[in-house]
């Protein structure tokens, strides 16, 4: 088993160096620079939008969860162990400079988080909950690729409700560990698993509008809470901010880092860490964001960029500065949460473990929740028969219970090297269809500077095929805003055709 799992680590370790990190940074540039850094410039719209009133059916009803709730979900994922078992492992084993590269990686990513999400809300379809979407789905429809789509829906389903949450399960368990005596060893991994299971059963049962209210309420609450617990203890150690930050910058680019043949090491574990915590241009976060009702493809793409910089800029940064102000010294440290609880209690006292046990435990269950709605949206592109669908629910359950019970480095090792498979083929058809994406943009940006709510309707891209959503103004508007939506389209239709006598009927 061991040789098994150094296999599958040595080959992870050779994808991920020689071909996706090469192809994330490259691809991240060129949409940096082709969108006019839209990961900045649009900073004041991510915020803006993130708040938009959710569309409305005729009847009154959302039509599918908002704007602010999908990014909760996506947020759900990415906020858990990565951002603090996640940065422990990036700060055990690439040192201080790191945390640079996971800085670096997640502003470059913020360009390709705002074209998947963005190519994600153009393709997506309606299901009885509202909408949903994601890479598989822009695969099939973009590029006319179904076989691509079942690949990356296959990996992701493997990958993120099956191995990711048993992970995230195995941390819960290893925590909670962390606050009982050993007497507890026997019972406490069942216990942990079952209850786990239980409450994820009683959630995911209830489809993606209980789990968007649960992680609505969760993951706020929760990022907060761990947040003010960072910055008591960064005020504490404050003296030593300075040359914390100092240590980032130089490990980052330091002299002996490069005699020393470390930092490509360095470097890639700050890109990996980083991208398995924000998820940027992983293709995960897409499913969650094709599944609001905005009036513009764009909207969702700002909030989903919104949602790396608000995973790595606050949350992982908060872990980092947690462990580098309260362990000086790194030689021997432990990896993964333990570090991240160690620095914790080794400043504020024992009873501060409880308190992080708890953040941990329900961000942790968020990210399950969150994982699980990603699988549920590539089942649905994959087959559309209920029995199945069930099934992969009973399945994702069992996988939590089996997290907390066993062991997980080969499960580590090998979701990492399947990540890594599944960025590849994400990056892959973004990169082909970045074109409409900018061709989105570039609407949207009008439409502001025409001082207007930009609105979205397919007919102001009629050569771009196998759009299903966006047929009128009532697709994307509801009454409520259908009169003045219908005249700003129609003016907006005109505009880029320059059919200047055309009206609406």
């Given at each position: 088993?061991?040789?098994?799992?150094?296999?599958?680590?040595?080959?992870?370790?050779?994808?991920?160096?020689?071909?996706?990190?090469?192809?994330?940074v490259?691809?991240g540039?060129?949409?940096?620079?082709r969108?006019?850094?839209?990961?900045?410039?649009?900073?004041?719209?991510?915020?803006?939008?993130?708040?938009?009133?959710?569309?409305?059916?005729?009847?009154?009803?959302?039509?599918?969860?908002?704007?602010?709730?999908?990014f909760?979900?996506?947020?759900?994922?990415?906020?858990?162990?990565?951002?603090i078992?996640?940065?422990?492992?990036?700060?055990?084993?690439?040192?201080p400079?790191?945390?640079?590269?996971?800085?670096?990686?997640a502003?470059?990513?913020?360009?390709?988080?705002?074209?998947?999400?963005?190519?994600?809300?153009?393709?997506?379809t309606?299901?009885n909950?509202?909408f949903?979407?994601?890479?598989?789905?822009?695969m099939?429809?973009?590029?006319?690729?179904?076989?691509?789509?079942?690949?990356?829906?296959?990996?992701?389903?493997?990958?993120?409700?099956?191995?990711?949450?048993?992970?995230?399960?195995?941390?819960?368990q290893?925590?909670l560990?962390?606050?009982?005596d050993?007497?507890?060893?026997?019972?406490?991994p069942?216990?942990?698993?079952?209850?786990?299971?239980?409450?994820?059963?009683?959630?995911?049962?209830?489809?993606?509008?209980?789990?968007?209210?649960?992680?609505?309420?969760?993951?706020?609450?929760?990022?907060?809470?761990y947040l003010i617990?960072g910055?008591?203890?960064?005020?504490?150690?404050?003296?030593?901010?300075?040359?914390?930050?100092?240590?980032?910058?130089?490990?980052?680019?330091?002299?002996?880092?490069?005699?020393?043949?470390?930092?490509?090491?360095?470097?890639?574990?700050?890109v990996?860490?980083?991208?398995?915590?924000?998820?940027?241009?992983?293709?995960?976060?897409?499913?969650?964001?094709?599944?609001?009702?905005?009036?513009?493809?764009?909207?969702?793409?700002l909030?989903?960029?919104?949602g790396?910089?608000?995973?790595?800029?606050l949350?992982?940064?908060?872990?980092?500065?947690?462990?580098?102000?309260?362990?000086?010294?790194?030689?021997?440290?432990?990896?993964?949460?333990?570090?991240?609880q160690?620095?914790?209690?080794?400043t504020?006292?024992?009873?501060?473990?409880?308190?992080?046990?708890?953040?941990?435990?329900?961000?942790?269950?968020?990210?399950?929740?969150?994982?699980?709605?990603?699988?549920e949206?590539?089942?649905?592109?994959?087959?559309?028969?209920?029995?199945?669908?069930?099934?992969?629910?009973?399945?994702?359950?069992?996988?939590?219970?089996?997290?907390?019970?066993?062991?997980t480095?080969?499960?580590?090792?090998?979701?990492?090297?399947?990540?890594?498979?599944?960025?590849?083929?994400?990056l892959?058809?973004?990169?082909?269809?970045?074109?409409?994406?900018?061709?989105?943009?570039?609407d949207?940006?009008?439409?502001r500077?025409?001082?207007?709510?930009?609105?979205?309707?397919?007919?102001?891209?009629?050569?771009?095929k196998?759009?299903?959503?966006?047929?009128?103004?009532?697709?994307?508007?509801?009454?409520?805003?259908?009169?003045?939506?219908?005249?700003?389209?129609?003016?907006?239709?005109?505009?880029?055709?320059?059919?200047?006598?055309?009206?609406?009927?």
């Amino acid at each position: 088993m061991d040789a098994l799992t150094d296999w599958m680590a040595t080959w992870g370790d050779n994808l991920w160096t020689w071909i996706v990190l090469p192809i994330v940074v490259l691809l991240g540039l060129y949409f940096t620079l082709r969108s006019g850094v839209v990961q900045f410039r649009l900073i004041p719209e991510m915020f803006r939008t993130l708040t938009d009133k959710t569309p409305r059916t005729e009847s009154g009803e959302p039509q599918s969860v908002s704007s602010f709730q999908a990014f909760t979900i996506s947020a759900a994922s990415r906020v858990g162990v990565g951002n603090i078992a996640g940065v422990g492992t990036a700060i055990a084993l690439g040192g201080p400079g790191a945390i640079f590269w996971m800085w670096l990686m997640a502003f470059v990513g913020g360009a390709s988080a705002f074209i998947e999400s963005s190519l994600a809300q153009l393709y997506k379809t309606r299901d009885n909950d509202g909408f949903r979407g994601g890479p598989a789905y822009y695969m099939q429809r973009g590029l006319r690729a179904r076989w691509m789509g079942i690949v990356f829906a296959v990996i992701l389903i493997i990958c993120f409700p099956l191995a990711f949450s048993s992970l995230q399960a195995n941390t819960i368990q290893a925590t909670l560990s962390g606050s009982f005596d050993e007497s507890a060893s026997a019972w406490l991994p069942w216990a942990t698993g079952i209850g786990l299971a239980v409450l994820m059963a009683l959630v995911v049962f209830g489809g993606v509008r209980r789990i968007a209210s649960v992680t609505q309420a969760l993951v706020p609450a929760m990022a907060i809470l761990y947040l003010i617990l960072g910055l008591v203890i960064v005020v504490i150690h404050a003296d030593r901010i300075p040359a914390v930050i100092a240590e980032i910058f130089t490990s980052a680019f330091g002299y002996n880092e490069v005699v020393g043949a470390t930092l490509g090491y360095i470097i890639l574990t700050g890109v990996r860490r980083g991208m398995f915590s924000n998820e940027a241009g992983l293709g995960s976060a897409p499913n969650a964001g094709a599944s609001a009702a905005v009036t513009h493809p764009v909207k969702q793409g700002l909030v989903q960029t919104l949602g790396v910089y608000f995973d790595t800029f606050l949350v992982c940064s908060i872990t980092a500065f947690i462990i580098l102000v309260s362990v000086p010294d790194l030689a021997g440290a432990t990896q993964g949460i333990g570090l991240t609880q160690g620095a914790v209690v080794g400043t504020l006292g024992e009873w501060s473990n409880v308190v992080l046990s708890i953040i941990i435990f329900l961000l942790a269950f968020s990210s399950i929740l969150g994982n699980y709605y990603y699988g549920e949206s590539n089942i649905e592109f994959i087959t559309g028969n209920r029995a199945v669908l069930t099934g992969y629910r009973v399945v994702a359950v069992l996988a939590v219970l089996v997290g907390a019970l066993v062991s997980t480095g080969a499960i580590w090792t090998f979701a990492d090297g399947a990540m890594g498979f599944m960025a590849l083929v994400n990056l892959v058809a973004i990169g082909l269809l970045s074109g409409i994406a900018f061709r989105l943009l570039k609407d949207y940006t009008r439409q502001r500077r025409e001082g207007r709510d930009p609105v979205f309707t397919r007919d102001l891209m009629p050569d771009v095929k196998n759009i299903e959503v966006w047929e009128d103004e009532l697709s994307v508007t509801g009454p409520i805003d259908l009169p003045t939506s219908r005249r700003q389209s129609a003016k907006h239709r005109d505009h880029l055709h320059g059919s200047a006598g055309r009206t609406d009927s």
